[in-house]
Structures are given as C-alpha cells and as structure tokens.
T-cell receptor
Framework: GEDVEQSLFLSVREGDSSVINCTYT??????LYWYKQEPGAGLQLLTY?????DMKQDQRLTVLLNKKDKHLSLRIADTQTGDSAIYFC????????????FGAGTRLAVHP | GAVVSQHPSRVICKSGTSVKIECRSLDFQATTMFWYRQFPKQSLMLMATSNEGSKATYEQGVEKDKFLINHASLTLSTLTVTSAHPEDSSFYICSAPIDQETQYFGPGTRLLVL
C-alpha cells in the first residue's frame, strides 16, 4: 500500500537552513504537500508541489521533488525559533480526490 | 480566508458514553470532508471520508458502527464516537477540500475517555 516516510527529528541553529526529507511510494501521486503542526494545534498547509514539477519556491521555503527516486524535501532558509514544530509530508492517493497519506512527521527544533 | 472549525476543542467523557464532534467549513461549501485521528507523537491516520447527502466511506480497519459520520449540510460534518472507551482517546482532526489541490484542516478535538 501507500507509505510515506520521514526522519523523526531535526535540530538546527537559528539562522541556518533546515532540510526535511521525505520518501513516498505512490508514483501516481498528483500532489505532494508539506504541513506544519504546532503543539496542540491542527495542521497548517505550508506549500505543495504538483508532480510534474521538480522545484517550487515560496519565500523562505523551497520544495524539491525527485520523482524518479520518489523523494521530496523541504528547505527552510534562515530558520527561526518560530519554525519549531512538526512538519508532515503527505502525498495524494491515486484516484482519491484530496485523500492524503501522511508521513510520521519530523520534529524540528531550532536552538539559539 | 477559508477556515475549518471544530467543536469542541477538547472533551473528557466517561467510558461507555457517546461523544459528538462537529466540523464546519466557514465561508466555503464542502461536499466532502475527511476525518483523521492522531495518536501522541504519531502521524494522522485517515479514518473516513464524509460525503454530503450520502454514506461515509470508511478506511480499512475503522469500525463504522463505532464512528458514526453524518454530513448534514454542505458546511457541517459530525463524527460521533459511540460507547467510547479509553483506547478511543486521541486527537481527532477534520479537513475540508476547497479545491482539487488544497484542503484546510480544523484545529482538532482532543478526546479523553476515562
């Protein structure tokens, strides 16, 4: 079945770049997403990329997609303490309108 | 902007009682909504797809008689956890797609069953 995998934890220094990686299995996924979850809160859509693109940039966020390797990454430039949260990668399921499969989430800790 | 609300934000109930959680789309209509549950430090697991005007579609392993879903209108879906037990304690999150690319998530409902 479909599966999305992420590393569980990332620690970076304030001002550095963060790179969060994700691998997925459904090669027919139309869209791939990055969501942010702060403690006790719901999910905030950060960005998404269409499967026929290999890069998308949105201010401090850069998404890279390697469709051949089924690898997705999120780069956060100039990471701030407010970026500390859990970041979820998600893929849309083929044939499922808006149905998403989520990774386990990467906890990003930003320290001074 | 588009927002999805949930009510209540947290609920504590006794084992054996039923709990209803509401999910509302504000400023947009949603013929489809999704219900997820999230255990501590784990990912979101899709439970079911709520369809306005028809029966919900449940994911494999989710008991439809235990988790009753009613999509009463184009802006409201409810999830009722029937005869709740401690193992049902979890964080329940709904989402509503606004278009083919984007869906918005509610703030979640934390359920604790004693």
């Amino acid at each position: 079945g479909e599966d999305v995998e992420q590393s569980l934890f990332l620690s970076v220094r304030e001002g550095d770049s963060s790179v969060i990686n994700c691998t997925y299995t459904d090669s027919s996924s139309t869209y791939l997403y990055w969501y942010k979850q702060e403690p006790g809160a719901g999910l905030q859509l950060l960005t998404y990329i269409f499967s026929n693109m290999d890069m998308k940039q949105d201010q401090r966020l850069t998404v890279l997609l390697n469709k051949k390797d089924k690898h997705l990454s999120l780069r956060i430039a100039d990471t701030q303490t407010g970026d500390s949260a859990i970041y979820f990668c998600a893929e849309s399921i083929s044939g499922g309108y808006n149905k998403l499969i989520f990774g386990a989430g990467t906890r990003l800790a930003v320290h001074p | 902007g588009a927002v999805v609300s949930q009510h209540p934000s947290r609920v504590i109930c006794k084992s054996g009682t039923s709990v209803k959680i509401e999910c509302r789309s504000l400023d947009f209509q949603a013929t489809t909504m999704f219900w997820y549950r999230q255990f501590p430090k784990q990912s979101l697991m899709l439970m079911a797809t709520s369809n306005e005007g028809s029966k919900a579609t449940y994911e494999q392993g989710v008991e439809k008689d235990k988790f009753l879903i009613n999509h009463a209108s184009l802006t409201l879906s409810t999830l009722t956890v029937t005869s709740a037990h401690p193992e049902d304690s979890s964080f329940y999150i709904c989402s509503a797609p606004i278009d083919q690319e984007t869906q918005y998530f509610g703030p979640g409902t934390r359920l604790l069953v004693l």
